[in-house]
């Protein structure tokens, strides 16, 4: 159906900047929301950043004016830009898509995640 692919993601010194990304295949009819979220050890999965189809982003407040979500609907990929990075960024970022697809009655909808890709922050 869909497959949602996160790539960006390694080691990084406290200040530094990573850029990952995440790109969508299959029988895709249109991607709907996208978002990053990231699990640290020990930790629930938390949301970093979300991003609608038409552009309206949303953070939460630890990583709002350092981390910026964008998407680029032609290539069905989604980015996160993270700058000012700090150890407490250290984890797992997977993407979320909610994702209208191709199928035998037509058109479904389903809810996607990426494998994960590890960041970590430090000296």
């Known amino acids: 159906q869909v497959q949602l692919v996160e790539s960006g993601g390694g080691l990084v010194q406290p200040g530094g900047s990573l850029r990952l990304s995440c790109a969508a295949s299959g029988r895709i009819f249109r991607i709907n929301t996208m978002g990053w979220y990231r699990q640290a050890p020990g930790k629930e999965r938390e949301l970093v950043a979300r991003?609608?189809?038409?552009?309206?982003?949303n953070y939460p407040e630890a990583v709002k004016g350092r981390f910026t979500i964008s998407r680029d609907n032609t290539k069905n990929t989604m980015y996160l830009q993270m700058n000012s990075l700090k150890p407490e960024d250290t984890a797992v970022y997977y993407c979320?898509?909610?994702?209208?697809?191709?199928?035998?009655?037509?058109?479904?909808?389903?809810?996607?995640w990426g494998q994960g890709t590890r960041v970590t922050v430090s000296s």
């Open positions: 979320n898509a909610a994702v209208t697809y191709y199928c035998s009655s037509g058109v479904c909808n389903g809810d996607y």
């Open positions: 991003i609608t189809s038409g552009g309206t982003t």
